[in-house]
């Protein structure tokens, strides 16, 4: 990056400090740079007159013609407007400003011609344009030379009068200043084979395109770039922790055979055979594990996880399970526990209500080295904590933990950085993995257990609540339990709550006491009262649990079959699939219930026929990424290389593996970029890092 571009706004030629401190106030666009990659979120076409005849309702299009009239005033009140009509030789159309300013009348002129460009709508009959950009055309007129470039602009800015036609004008003045000056930043090989134009000229044409070609093509190259740096970035992480932490090796593997010969009582799925096979070459590679397991819900990913534990413990090490709520730990530490039983293998929970005389034992146990296999919540983070020797951390739902409390758990290993497994049931699009987890080596469980019957899900409106009851006493009569939850949103916890209330009153009316057992659980309720709650219902003793979404992890009942979701157009599709996937869990034909009112927007509709349509966990999150864009790129952020200004990680899927595959390739070659024709790039990303770091120092 030329030193030109780090220059503040406020000393660019031709922009007034008044204007500059303005752009820095309601865009934070400080500095050439920022200005630089402040792109456009739309162009129109203004190259080219179109017919008045050739008009057509939600047409945006330029038209020139005649001022034929003088402009009316007609209309009273809010339909009050001032009407002009142009003519061509074609036909005429309206021209429509509604709470005109007086010295627009005087400004328009009969006998003149205009070039007027806006949207058409179709009144009564006649076609006709509001609020039309308008021009005098003249002899000296020019249609522009390319398509003219829309920024997203706010409120402040027009009362600073900086529109878009002003925002265009500093746009030029920038590129008359830095044209000369912006280096390229690609080897010459990437750019040709992936036939890209230049950085200079992508940068030229994504502002002012020439033709919609060349604006694919700049468009192209700049996501290309923006995602080939993050990239890079992630993979150099990747190889420097390789590079900088060795791995405790764990060849034997006689506790493994011993558990799959005598109490492995059903075959794992060839997915889960394939993961293990990952994960055992990474044990055994001398460097530190880092492996991401997305498995869908009810996939066989703790099954997984307690073998890889077994390749550790084998070797005469320790392993740690991490899971963020007690209630996730608690179905890990009796699921798990169970299995360390069979194979002789001392297991321990450790939780925050854990009693002290109990934790002290715990913690003896672990720094003796006697206690091989640990399962707790953020209790282990604690600094009483202190392992043996300590070979693999095990992090369940790992987008709960943040870095910092990863990097504590790490810190563990005496010898080493203990291997890490950080396991998800939240199904992560392709695109998103390598730009939130690039730095990861990625393992997917990808098939259902065999027998698994797919869940059948209905979209009802609560209009139906007759035929929701008696589907649901069907089931009990089968011997089945249900669930109904309720949403639980901060914003509207107290009419939330109200609802939660409402409902479990109406559920125990609709299913008297003297024939079911209906029980309710809430983050709200003291922890005794919801674990016997819970209790009740795992025993099978309660046939409905009445829930907010604390359910959502954590709860383990093969023998519920129905997932009744009350307000479903208020949760997420992932939440909604997460929910889906407590029922299904054991022999019997299980059912999702997505209950909603009338009234629904299209986003909603969207989400619900997604749901019935599929239950194919990466299929829903790709939708879901599609509907709520990719939120905050944790990766991109700690990369601290690059910003993603135009990449749409939803619609560029094919660019994002593009990217991902030719900066795989240059990091096996040149991983520490020392080749010359990679010093141009490494210098790049080191500017863009600083000023980064620049950034984040004016913010803290």
């Known amino acids: ?37 402040f792109f456009p979120y739309r162009y129109e076409n203004r190259q080219h007159f179109e017919p008045i005849a050739k008009a057509s309702e939600g047409d945006t299009l330029q038209v020139k013609g005649t001022l034929i009239q003088k402009p009316e ?60 950009e308008l021009d005098v055309f003249t002899q000296t007129y020019a249609p522009p030379k390319f398509l003219n470039p829309v920024y997203s602009l706010t409120e402040g800015l027009r009362k600073k009068k900086l529109d878009r036609k002003a925002i265009e004008s500093v746009m030029q003045l920038l590129f008359k200043q830095v044209y000369p000056y912006l280096e390229e930043n690609l080897p010459e090989s990437i750019i040709d084979n992936y036939r890209m134009v230049s950085r200079k000229v992508a940068l030229l044409n ?52 011993e558990f799959y010969l005598n ?44 073998v890889a534990a077994l390749m550790a413990i084998s070797n005469g090490y320790q392993a740690a399970l991490m899971a963020p709520t007690e209630i996730l730990t608690e179905q890990h530490a009796v699921g798990l526990g169970e299995l360390a039983a069979l194979c002789g293998i001392p297991c321990a929970k450790l939780t925050g209500n854990t009693k002290k005389k109990e934790r002290d034992q715990i913690l003896a146990s672990l720094k003796s080295g006697e206690l091989k296999l640990i399962i707790g919540t953020h209790a282990l983070l604690t600094d009483t904590v202190i392992f043996n020797n300590l070979a693999l951390c095990i992090i369940d739902e790992q987008h709960r933990f943040g870095v910092a409390q990863r990097a504590k758990l ?8 203990p291997h890490v497994l950080v396991m998800t049931a939240t199904p992560i699009p392709r695109t998103l993995a390598m730009t939130l987890y690039g730095d990861l080596d990625v393992s997917i469980i990808d098939e259902l257990p065999p027998g698994r019957k797919p869940i059948t899900t209905r979209h009802i409106y609560d209009t139906s609540r007759e035929r929701i009851f008696d589907f649901m006493k069907k089931e009990i009569a ?56 819970m209790q009740l219902f795992i025993e099978g003793k309660a046939q409905i649990m009445v829930a907010t979404t604390v359910i959502e992890v954590g709860v383990n009942v093969p023998n519920a079959s129905v997932m009744v979701i009350e307000s479903a157009e208020r949760f997420g599709l ?46 829903i999150a790709d939708v879901d990424l599609r509907l709520r864009g990719p939120g905050d790129l944790a990766g991109t952020q700690q990369s601290g290389v690059v910003d993603l200004h135009l990449t749409d990680l939803s619609a560029d899927a094919k660019i994002v593996e593009l990217s991902r595959q030719a900066a795989k390739e240059l990091i096996a070659a040149d991983p520490k970029l020392e080749l010359p024709e990679h010093l141009p790039m490494q210098h790049w990303m080191h500017t863009q890092k600083m000023r980064k770091q620049s950034e984040w120092r004016k913010i803290s």
């Open 206 to 257: 994504v502002h002012f395109p020439k033709s919609q070609e060349l604006l694919e093509k700049a468009k192209f190259r700049i996501k290309f770039e923006e995602l080939f740096f993050l990239q890079i970035g992630l993979l150099q992480t990747n190889y420097h922790q390789k590079e900088a932490n060795p791995g405790l090796l764990c060849p034997k593997t006689d506790l493994v055979h």
């Open 574 to 619: 992932s939440q909604l699939h997460q929910l889906r996937g407590r029922v299904g869990r054991g022999a019997d034909q299980s059912y999702c219930l997505l209950v909603t009112g009338v009234k629904l927007s299209k986003e909603s509709f969207v989400r619900l026929e997604t749901m019935e349509r599929t239950t194919d966990g990466f299929e």
């Open 263 to 306: 109490h492995l009582k059903f075959q794992l799925t060839g997915a889960q055979k394939r993961v293990l096979k990952e994960i055992h070459h990474d044990l055994n590679t001398g460097q530190q594990m880092n492996r991401l397991l997305q498995g869908d819900v009810g996939s066989g990913k703790t099954i997984v996880a307690f």
């Open 73 to 132: 005033l007609v209309g009273t009140g809010f339909n009050r407007r001032l009407v002009a009509i142009i003519q061509d030789s074609t036909a005429t159309i309206e021209l429509v400003w509604f709470k005109p300013q007086p010295w627009l009348e005087k400004k328009l002129i009969v006998g003149l011609e205009y070039v007027a460009y806006g949207k058409v709508a179709r009144y009564g009959g006649k076609y006709s344009i509001a609020h039309p």
């Open 1 to 37: 990056m030329h030193q030109y571009l780090l220059n503040p706004l406020s000393q660019l030629p031709g922009l007034t400090p008044q204007k500059a401190q303005a752009l820095a106030g309601e865009l934070a666009l400080n500095t050439w740079a920022d200005l630089l990659y």
């Open 478 to 533: 089968l011997g089945r339990q249900v669930y109904v939850v309720f949403p639980l949103i901060e914003e509207s916890e107290k009419i939330d709550f109200e609802n939660l209330q409402e409902g479990f009153q109406r559920i125990s009316e609709a299913f008297p006491a003297e024939k079911y057992l209906t029980v309710m659980v809430h983050g709200k309720m003291p922890k005794e009262e919801r674990d016997a709650q």
């Open 410 to 417: 790490w810190a563990k290993g005496r010898q080493c950085p």
